[in-house]
Nanobody
């Protein structure tokens, strides 16, 4: 089970840190993906942390602003979001799959319920 938290309403340029708490799965041995979804659109992959060499992948839209990390000992994963923009407004989800990152939502094996991030002045 995955549970996201940390979303909220912020202004452009602000930062947020999303957390993903895991139970029943060791975050040390899975790839952790972060996705977001806006109404009427499919889930968009924004970041992923692989178990292979700790490789990290970001979408072009967030690279340089978002940072994904994990604290496997505490069964937590994080998405640090800096310099937020209005177009970052979405429901954000964490998801896990075996080892290797994938940008497709349906290729993951566990998903959280999402947390709303709203960026507005």
């Amino acid at each position: 089970q995955l549970v996201e938290s940390g979303g909220g309403l912020v202004q452009p340029g602000d930062s947020l840190r999303l957390s993903c708490a895991a139970s029943g799965v060791s975050l040390e041995h899975v790839a952790i993906g972060w996705f977001r979804q806006t109404p009427g659109n499919e889930h968009e992959g924004v970041a992923c942390l692989s178990t292979i060499g700790g490789n990290v992948h970001y979408s072009d839209s967030v690279r340089g602003r978002f940072t994904v990390s994990r604290d496997a000992a505490k069964s937590l994963a994080f998405l640090q979001m800096d310099n937020l923009k209005p177009e970052d407004t979405a429901v954000y989800y964490c998801a896990t799959r075996e080892s290797i990152c994938n940008w497709r939502w349906e290729r993951y094996e566990a998903w959280g319920q999402g947390t709303q991030v709203t960026v507005s002045s």
